[in-house]
């Protein structure tokens, strides 16, 4: 089975653009997270979808959002880019979601830079 | 608020002898625990989990054991190897409310030495 895919894989945008993030889950898996990982922060929740639903959301501002497509695929958007939004963003997927203990696998990440 | 801890941001071990990754949690709503192995510029892998009514659970050369009353948990890893050199997560989830996200702690940097 292919992995996880997130594309792409680097990112540069100046501060107040937007930015939107892709991520193909491995196949059958229906659960899409997606994650933050800065220095010292380690991996910050950002939002959960199941069959097309925001299940869960973290704590973080309305500029961070998601969707999910029938097909499972995911995208993330970030709107008006500040500094502090350079990261790397991970998405994961899962047969059946965090909430029943199924593993989530990871991709290999994008790694944004804002400037 | 941490609701998972990982207080030994690096470890250091000799080849061949026994590496523990420590992890304190704080929401009595978790009912899962795992705990991940991360290279650079990679993305997390999965290694091995362990629910709440267990107390161990074994995996090849990986035991992860629970005491649900300290609320902490622990990864063994024996014998460790250099390839074992990588950052360590733990992360909880539960079945409802704030616990119903998988959360992650801060990571410990294992390095293995010759």
């Known amino acids: 089975k292919a992995g996880v895919t997130q594309t792409p894989r680097y990112l540069i945008k100046t501060r107040g653009q937007q930015v939107t993030l892709s991520c193909s889950p491995i196949s059958g898996h229906r659960s899409v997270s997606w994650y933050q990982q800065t220095p010292g922060q380690g991996l910050q929740f950002l939002f959960e979808?199941?069959?097309?639903?925001?299940?869960n959301k973290g704590n973080f501002p309305g500029r961070f959002s998601g969707r999910q497509f029938s097909n499972s695929r995911s995208e993330m958007n970030v709107s008006t880019l500040e500094l502090g939004d350079s990261a790397l963003y991970l998405c994961?997927?899962?047969?059946?979601?965090?909430?029943?203990?199924?593993?989530?696998?990871f991709g290999n990440g994008t790694r944004l830079t804002v400037t | 608020d941490q609701q998972v801890k990982q207080n030994s941001p690096s470890l250091s071990v000799q080849e061949g002898r026994i590496s523990i990754l420590n992890c304190d949690y704080t929401?009595?709503?978790?009912?899962?625990f795992l705990w991940y192995k991360k290279y650079p510029a990679e993305g997390p892998t999965f290694l091995i989990s362990i629910s709440s009514i267990k107390d161990k659970n074994e995996d090849g050369r990986f035991t992860v054991f629970l005491n649900k009353s300290a609320k902490h948990l622990s990864l063994h890893i024996v014998p460790s190897q250099p390839g074992d050199s990588a950052v360590y997560f733990c992360a909880a989830s539960g079945r409802t409310g704030t616990a119903s996200k998988l959360t992650f702690g801060t990571g410990t940097r294992l390095q293995v030495t010759l």
């Open positions: 979808y199941f069959s097309e639903t925001q299940r």
């Open positions: 929401n009595s709503m978790f009912d899962y």
């Open positions: 994961a997927s899962s047969l059946q979601g965090a909430d029943t203990g199924s593993p989530l696998h």
